[in-house]
């Protein structure tokens, strides 16, 4: 007899492919996270993001996946979909809306209006737990109005998360934040209604306790969130770099920082360990792997494939890292059936 399927699960697949299977999948789809150019239609909301694959095309598409009986609806631009226990959307906000004020950038107001209706919709639906955001945006390294655009996206972040009541320390989603070469603002988040775990890194800094030299607001999210969700545990580890307590390492050398990023993942995987008794592991972990310089393709995934070993499985993508002095940035969620 066959085990039922979890609660919530991903899976990956090339664009090609999600598109041939939009029906099979979009019956049981939450959302899904595209890396591709090429339309794909189906009923789950969908974000597909600006950026060139490097390599791993067959893992570009990644649907988010529940066995619960599924709703969809859209409010002021927001695409979500719902089951009983959890909630996926996607939104897109265009920064050319709003103009530069004494107060806030154009891209500061974008961020706030976009956190805003997510928040505002969480809140009037009853999915007050939000487990893991991913956020892209163009330029994320320029300055502009005598600020970095990535510290104007956190001003926004953390007014909207004010604004709405929510707390900016302690338990915060998993998130990361990476630049795209053009497009528009665009996340997509998961949330729900049984509270989970943020884990912070014993190696770092919580990001939320960034000191003011990285901006006037620190970044707004949790180094990994923990779910326990009917009989499964879900671990989401936020976007995670070569950084030793709030500090950049091993300035421009891509190979030290690989290894530093993955013991930086390593840990939090021995934090979630610690605290569930149970053993999630990284050997078999759908890997997706921002790297800034095309031409550090090769040696990264040679230092991720001796480090992960023969089960690597992964994406490289071409994207701007939050910081101009990190060359990498390493993200994946592991699953665990109690």
């Keep these: 007899m066959s085990s039922p399927l979890p609660v919530l699960h991903s899976t990956y697949s090339s664009c090609d492919a999600l598109a041939l299977q939009a029906d099979a999948w979009s019956q049981e789809a939450l959302g899904v996270i595209c890396f591709c150019s090429q339309p794909i239609t189906g009923e789950p909301p969908l974000m597909q993001v600006n950026m060139p694959v490097l390599s791993g095309d067959d893992t570009a598409c990644e649907a988010w996946l529940s066995n619960g009986m599924l709703k969809a609806g859209t409010r002021e631009g927001l695409r979500f979909r719902y089951s009983d226990n959890l909630l996926f959307g996607v939104v897109e906000q265009a920064e050319e809306y709003f103009a530069a004020s004494a107060l806030a950038t154009p891209l500061q107001q974008a961020t706030e209006a976009a956190y805003k209706k997510i928040l505002t919709l969480l809140s009037d639906l009853d999915y007050p737990f939000i487990y893991r955001f991913w956020n892209y945006f163009a330029d994320i390294n320029g300055i502009s109005h005598d600020l970095e655009r990535y510290r104007q996206f956190n001003l926004g972040r953390q007014d909207a998360f004010l ?152 994406i490289f993508l071409r994207a701007d890292i939050c910081r101009q002095d990190l060359l990498l940035e390493i993200e994946t969620s592991l699953d665990h059936r109690i």
Excluded at 186 to 195: E, Q
């Design 163 to 314: 604004a709405c009541g929510r707390e900016v320390a302690g338990c915060l989603p998993a998130a990361c934040a990476l630049g795209t070469d053009h497009g528009p603002l665009k996340i997509a988040f998961l949330a729900g209604r049984v509270k989970a775990t943020a884990i912070e890194n014993p190696r770092q800094m919580s990001a939320y306790q960034y000191p003011s030299e990285y901006g006037p607001r620190s970044p707004t999210f949790s180094r990994a969130n923990l779910l326990s969700l009917s009989g499964q545990e879900t671990l989401f580890l936020s976007g995670t770099a070569s950084i030793v307590g709030h500090a950049t390492v091993h300035h421009g050398d891509v190979i030290a920082q690989t290894r530093e990023a993955m013991v930086n993942l390593h840990t939090l995987v021995s934090e979630a360990n610690y605290l569930t008794k149970k053993k999630f592991e990284l050997s078999n972990a759908p890997y997706r792997i921002y790297v800034r310089h095309t031409e550090d393709l090769l040696a990264v995934q040679n230092e991720m494939r001796r480090i992960a070993g023969p089960q690597f499985r992964g």
